[in-house]
């Protein structure tokens, strides 16, 4: 029997390795941090919407704004300010009032006053702008579109009985709907979208993210604390304020996998016409890697402080399919004799590693990259062709190139 040889297919898996002292990323509904029984122990945990977040906030300052879309529910004010800026002198509620029709139609989603806030404005409040129900992601091209067709519906004066007029017809119709529907952003391609009344509408996320987790046993501490009242005098004892706050520690493991063949259909042709159509992928790829690497969700940062970055970054290209290796930390690694968790970490990881691609044909070092930092890393060096570690920017760049050569040459 011949087998049919199978698609070929482009997959970026980022594994890190991150030690995080006295801190509470992320917490659950009592304000302690998240935890998850893995390996029959209890370990830490960052949900996996935790770090999208992070991510999502890094690409400010590694993307352009027009290549960055919008999460919101009041995706009418979004919309109207983008009218405004095409028809200054129109009226704010005359723009709230063309931008929800014409999400309505666009989206076939309810655009409406919230409840709570629309009962309180008959009090004298001044009416709320109307909101989707649920969050809304747009990316900022789909909102310049469609406030050039509400414009255009209008007929420029910002007549809203125009703009139903317009909307009714068929061709008119379908455009606002593929307003919204292509020149996705960066962020919608790659965490994809949910819109509730349109299926249609959905795109696909092209990266997946695990929770993170420990890669050791982890229990959860209190702090008890007291504030002072600066204007107390000598005689006025006690505290101003007492609470407690619930932290942890640990080495994390962190995994996400990007399938860029779906990324790229995504994004579709690009953003940009006087640039190959590949090109704002591979953009994407290296702002998703960087961002994901570098970012850290800021649960409590304030009290904690716990600015650290990854001892050991691993990515690897493959060809078919993602594969995490949170499996080595099934057993919960064991604290070193001096103490700490991250070099039992390298260790368990090194050896997991080749087993698992020599047992599954998938071993490839000429699309690996690896970044560590310090001696404890040091037993990951044998994942790579001559122990190589490399800096973040030469990470990124790397995968980068590598990118673009599976994309094409025009690339």
């Not at 960052?46 to 993307?63: E, G, I, M, N, Y």
């Not at 027009?66 to 979004?78: D, N, P, Q």
């Not at 057993?331 to 047992?359: D, M």
Request: charged content about 25%; aromatic content about 6%; glycine content about 8%.
């Amino acid at each position: 029997m011949t087998r049919t040889p199978r698609t070929t297919r482009t997959i970026l898996d980022i594994h890190i390795l991150q030690t995080v002292p006295p801190s509470n990323l992320n917490r659950d509904d009592t304000g302690s941090p998240k935890s998850a029984i893995y390996g029959g122990v209890r370990r830490a945990r960052v949900s996996s919407q935790a770090w999208k977040r992070a991510t999502r906030t890094a690409f400010d300052s590694l993307l352009d704004e027009s290549e960055l879309g919008v999460r919101t529910k009041k995706v009418a004010e979004a919309l109207a300010g983008r009218i405004a800026e095409l028809d200054p002198a129109l009226p704010e509620t005359a723009a709230v009032e063309l931008a929800a029709e014409t999400l309505r139609t666009a989206t076939g989603s309810k655009i409406e006053p919230p409840t709570r806030r629309a009962k309180n404005a008959d009090a004298g409040e001044q009416a709320p702008a109307p909101e989707s129900s649920y969050l809304m992601f747009l990316s900022a091209h789909q909102l310049g579109g469609l406030a050039e067709l509400a414009v255009k519906g209008s007929g420029g004066t910002g007549d809203l009985a125009a703009l139903k007029a317009f909307l009714k017809i068929k061709e008119n119709r379908a455009e606002a709907r593929r307003l919204v529907n292509s020149n996705h952003s960066v962020d919608i391609a790659l965490f994809g979208r949910m819109v509730a009344d349109a299926a249609d509408l959905n795109v696909e996320a092209a990266t997946q993210v695990a929770h993170a987790i420990s890669v050791h046993p982890v229990d959860i501490e209190s702090d008890y604390y007291t504030a002072v009242d600066d204007r107390n005098k000598e005689d006025e004892k006690g505290a101003g304020m007492i609470g407690v706050v619930d932290f942890n520690s640990a080495t994390l493991y962190r995994y996400a996998a990007l399938d860029v063949d779906r990324l790229q259909r995504n994004l579709g042709g690009g953003l940009r016409e006087d640039e190959p159509a590949t090109q704002p992928t591979r953009r994407a790829v290296e702002a998703f890697l960087e961002a994901f690497i570098a970012s850290l969700p800021t649960g409590k940062i304030n009290t904690f402080g716990n600015h650290t970055l990854p001892s050991a970054v691993l990515v690897k290209l493959r060809t078919a399919r993602p594969i995490s290796f949170v499996a080595a930390f099934e057993r919960p690694v064991r604290q070193g004799s001096e103490g700490g968790f991250l070099h039992g970490s390298c260790q368990q990881l090194a050896r997991y590693v080749p087993q698992l691609e020599k047992a599954y044909g998938c071993e490839d070092r000429d699309h690996t990259w690896l970044m560590r930092i310090g001696e404890d890393t040091a037993p990951l060096a044998e994942l790579v062709e001559e122990g190589r570690a490399v800096s973040l920017r030469e990470l990124v760049e790397g995968v980068g190139d590598a990118v673009a050569g599976r994309l094409g040459p025009s690339a």
